[in-house]
């Protein structure tokens, strides 16, 4: 066999090697999407159940976000995961000393806050402001320093999430609360999603949708 039969039957073998190793990556591929579905799903029913158990992200043969970059499922985890800190921050709790608390509420502003200030569907953008307005509302109960900085970061956020959803009806109560509260109502409690699910949008209480009914 002379050299140049033996570098195109080379090239030949590389080239099918090639194509062999792209066709078991795309099947691997394949498979880890359709882990995805799953794991949304599954991780709905441990949020209703537990939130601080629920996690929204499969286990994968390649990293998980080439996965998740196909799919367009970035938003749908960052949501829930702001949903998960809101809830686990117990709003319902008027501690001001409990450090692992405050923590907890910090990380949740947070999640939420970049949640908003990112482009995205402007309906879950609302719910997320509106939520940050309700976080604003608890922590006017409980803490009593920089009470007029607090009251303008609640209006702020609850204006900007009717803006996003002029249909959000919960940040509309909240907001007439959130007024009351500056012109010193008492404010007998913070409306708008103590225990929010991350499907249904939410009514009057926020987030009264069932556990994993989807977006």
């Known amino acids: 066999m002379t050299r140049r039969e033996l570098a195109?039957?080379?090239?030949?073998?590389?080239?099918?090697?090639?194509?062999?190793?792209a066709a078991v990556l795309l099947a691997v591929?394949?498979?880890d999407?359709?882990?995805?579905?799953?794991?949304?799903e599954d991780g709905?029913?441990?949020?209703?159940?537990?939130?601080?158990?629920?996690?929204?992200?499969?286990?994968?043969?390649?990293?998980?976000?080439?996965?998740?970059?196909?799919?367009?499922?970035?938003?749908d985890v960052r949501f829930r995961e702001a949903l998960r800190a809101f809830r686990l921050a117990r709003l319902e709790d008027a501690t001001v000393s409990d450090p692992q608390l405050a923590i907890a509420r910090n990380e949740a502003q947070a999640r939420l806050?970049?949640?908003?200030?990112?482009?995205?569907d402007p309906e879950r953008r609302s719910r997320a402001a509106g939520l940050?307005?309700?976080?604003?509302?608890?922590r006017l109960v409980s803490e009593t320093q920089q009470r007029d900085v607090l009251?303008?970061?609640?209006?702020?956020?609850?204006?900007?999430?009717?803006?996003?959803?002029?249909?959000n009806g919960d940040a509309k109560l909240n907001l007439e609360l959130a007024l009351q509260r500056g012109r010193g109502v008492d404010l007998t409690e913070a409306a708008g999603g103590r225990n929010p699910s991350p499907g249904g949008r939410?009514?009057?209480?926020?987030?009264?949708?069932?556990?994993?009914?989807?977006y």
């Not at 195109?8 to 062999?20: D, I, P």
């Not at 806050?113 to 995205?120: C, D, I, L, N, S």
């Not at 939410?202 to 989807?214: E, M, T, V, Y």
């Open 132 to 138: 940050l307005g309700a976080l604003g509302l608890a």
């Open 202 to 214: 939410g009514s009057r209480g926020a987030g009264a949708g069932d556990p994993g009914s989807g």
């Open 113 to 120: 806050e970049a949640f908003v200030g990112a482009p995205g």
């Open 33 to 40: 999407v359709l882990r995805w579905s799953g794991a949304l």
């Open 29 to 31: 591929l394949a498979l």
């Open 44 to 75: 709905d029913v441990h949020y209703g159940v537990a939130a601080e158990d629920a996690r929204w992200v499969p286990s994968t043969r390649l990293p998980a976000s080439v996965s998740r970059a196909l799919l367009g499922t970035g938003d």
């Open 151 to 167: 009251l303008q970061y609640t209006l702020t956020s609850l204006e900007r999430a009717i803006a996003l959803d002029p249909g």
């Open 8 to 21: 195109v039957r080379g090239g030949m073998l590389a080239g099918a090697a090639v194509c062999l190793a």
